[in-house]
């Protein structure tokens, strides 16, 4: 199949060669792995037109978005299936099959049990599978929450329809696990049984479909040095490529600063590797922590190529600088049963000997900040003006201010703030924040 211009075109042509052959495709991957964006390209009239030179035959591709669902149910689900195909349909059919498909659809919204809502159902696909001269691909995008909950009885009809229309109907799921994982299997029923040879992995973007990306942001400093740094450090991540071109190309053309330390403490970009890691097993957490700290090579190989499935590692290591950085602090983390202070940037959380303290203000927030990231070295009252409020208020905050706000943080990590371990008073010179507690 030729190369078309579809994004993540490999996976993509891969997706429609299956689907001409007859096949159902499920596709897996993370939250902004670009799951969402591969199944809209897959509803696009080139997509289609991929489909009809590998198969010789036209096909409907009918995009579904599970998050319109107006319930987690099996009746909302046959619902949001067929408003979707109605609007994907529109203008394509005939004004009768049309009106036929609307009466379906309202019967399904007026059901009051789920055989009758099942029944519309089956009789609306049979109806477009009987009528139209076209395939009809059902491409079933964030279907985990509605998959999970579906009982066995849906999930047998969703089969025999597709049992009964094999050579013209075909289903695409797309899911952050596999479908098995998600209803707590570690077999396939004879739903996932239909996806079982054709189920692929989102992959990482490739050095072109990235740029390609990012030649579609108007922004007049995004030269291609910045946009050759974006697709270095975001490693093909969708998501991760966004959140660093955004802090790019909002620069000036002329700024000289320290770009790649900009984007590692950019909120957005670690609330990507948040999100990343959220969705993650605890065994997949430490294999990942393990290889920052450079054993990936007792890693057990299956292990290896299970992150490597999943998008997480390639060549080795992890994806991005941006994520290893991001899990090189998590793996610092562990130290908080440790003694002593420790802040996490990403969270904002604060341990004090491996006990959680409550919320910091903002103010008292950037105090600790600037103090732990210069952890037993002396800072000035000129240095904490200029970090926590700013350079704008040198002639506004006064020395019993900002002793003030000490005190305020000094009374939250210090068990008896009359008696510091850990933030100390050097009388004329400052503050220092200890790595290790002071003794009695």
């Not at 211009?5 to 792995?33: Q, Y």
């Not at 975001?234 to 190309?249: K, M, Q, W």
Request: aromatic share 8%; with cysteine; proline share 3%.
């Amino acid at each position: 199949m030729s190369k078309s211009n579809l994004p993540f075109s490999s996976l993509t042509n891969r997706l429609l060669a299956d689907l001409a052959a007859g096949n159902c495709v499920a596709i897996i991957g993370l939250s902004n792995s670009g799951k969402s964006t591969l199944m809209r390209s897959l509803s696009s009239p080139e997509a289609e037109k991929v489909y009809r030179k590998a198969s010789s035959r036209s096909a409907h591709m009918i995009y579904v978005d599970c998050n319109r669902a107006v319930a987690i149910s099996a009746q909302a689900f046959y619902e949001v299936v067929l408003r979707s195909a109605l609007e994907g349909l529109s203008g394509k059919v005939s004004s009768d099959l049309a009106t036929t498909l609307s009466d379906y659809h309202q019967s399904i919204t007026e059901a009051e049990n789920a055989f009758s809502a099942s029944l519309a159902f089956n009789l609306a696909l049979t109806e477009l599978c009987e009528q139209l001269e076209s395939d009809i691909c059902l491409l079933v995008d964030e279907f985990d929450e509605i998959y999970s909950s579906l009982d066995e009885r849906t999930l047998l009809n969703l089969r025999a329809i597709r049992d009964r229309f094999s050579d013209r109907l075909a289903y695409v799921t797309a899911t952050l696990r596999s479908l098995p994982y998600l209803r707590g299997q570690t077999f396939e029923d004879e739903f996932a049984e239909m996806f079982s040879h054709s189920t692929y992995n989102m992959m990482l973007l490739d050095d072109s479909e990235a740029m390609n990306i990012l030649g579609k942001m108007n922004a007049k400093a995004f030269n291609s040095e910045r946009k050759k740094l974006c697709v270095h450090l975001s490693g093909g991540h969708p998501g991760l490529l966004i959140a660093t071109a955004h802090v790019l190309a909002g620069l000036e053309e002329d700024w000289e600063g320290e770009a790649e330390k900009l984007i590692y403490q950019d909120p957005q970009a670690r609330a990507e590797c948040l999100k990343i890691w959220s969705q993650l097993t605890i065994e997949e957490k430490d294999s990942l922590v393990t290889m920052t700290q450079g054993d990936q090579a007792g890693l057990p190989v299956q292990r290896l190529h299970h992150l490597e499935a999943l998008a997480l590692v390639r060549q080795g290591k992890p994806f991005s600088p941006i994520f290893t950085d991001f899990l090189g602090r998590k793996a610092r983390s562990a130290e908080i049963e440790t003694p002593g202070v420790y802040l996490d940037p990403d969270s904002g959380d604060v341990w004090v000997d491996g006990i959680r303290i409550p919320v910091l203000t903002d103010l008292e927030f950037r105090l600790l900040t600037l103090l732990f990231n210069r952890r037993d070295k002396l800072t000035d009252k000129y240095r904490i003006v200029t970090g926590v409020w700013g350079e704008e208020y040198l002639g506004e905050v006064d020395d019993a201010r900002v002793e003030k706000l000490v005190s305020r943080l000094r009374s939250k990590i210090e068990s008896d703030p009359t008696k510091p371990r850990y933030l100390i008073t050097r009388r004329g010179r400052g503050y220092k924040l200890l790595s290790i507690p002071r003794s009695e």
